[in-house]
């Protein structure tokens, strides 16, 4: 399949095991500071649900939950039980609405002592493939007096069900009990786009994932940076199939990209919200 369809596709605790403590004695993680709460499991099972796309899933068996999942089990010295709510392609109002309405996604995070979540933005592939000009799509279908006007609304709605996702899950999971864990995402397709396109798509791109991290940080829930560590800060066009981040769909990651963002998630560590 091309990687402008690739494309088009994949954007489409409990109290009884897991305890506080501001002084910790037993497992604190990674990254502690002092005088804040860390997460502690005395006993296992440890409670885990990612919820994601693709990215987290696809297309190594030692994907990004695998490997994030040996790193509790190491930190922590117990067993992880994995409970998945991972769906590809999926759009970010879809995963609002699972929130919501899946009572089996509701029980899992009421149960979990970790909590991780990439957001899915399966509604953002039309948009930035057309304003690429990917194919044979016309810039100009973008609308906009800049063919820019799609990538404007995609944004600005995206927004929108950012704010409502993270009021949604904070009423499900308190982060100051349940360790959440966000992480933003690199620019896909750009092994396929003139550096011209990038221009275009990549300013908004970067307004989405960094959307992400503003509103998280109201609730004190980290963001692990993929997107800068994958694309730098500079805004410089990127092959990140070149890099050999991404496999050759574009799209997911390669196993060594998918240890760079465990290691990212990783590298916040284990403190709770205060």
Known sequence: MAAAALLLAACGGSTDEATTATTPTTITGNGAVAGTSVLQIEEGPLVYVPMGNSLTFDPFSDNFIARYTAMLEEDFGVDVTVRAHTVGGQRTDDFLAQLRTNDSLRDDLGDADVVTLLIPNGEWGAPFLTAAGAGDRDPSECGGDDNQQ?????????????????????????????????????????????????????????????????????????????????????????????????????????????????????????????
């Open 150 to 274: 799609c990538l404007r609304d995609v944004i600005d709605s995206y927004k929108q069900y950012v704010d409502q996702i993270f009021d949604e899950l904070t009423a499900i999971v308190d982060p100051a009990v349940t360790l959440i864990r966000v992480q933003d995402f690199y620019q896909f397709g750009t092994n396929e786009m003139t550096p011209e396109a990038f221009d275009i798509t990549y300013p908004y791109w970067r307004e989405g994932q960094e959307y992400v991290e503003q509103v998280a940080g109201q609730y004190g829930i980290p963001v692990a940076q993929v997107f800068d560590d994958f694309m730098g800060t500079d805004g410089l066009y990127i092959d990140l199939v070149a890099d050999g981040l991404v496999v050759g769909d574009g799209i997911h990651p390669t196993a060594d990209g998918a240890e760079r963002m465990a290691m990212l998630m990783h590298d916040l560590g284990y403190n709770l919200a205060s």
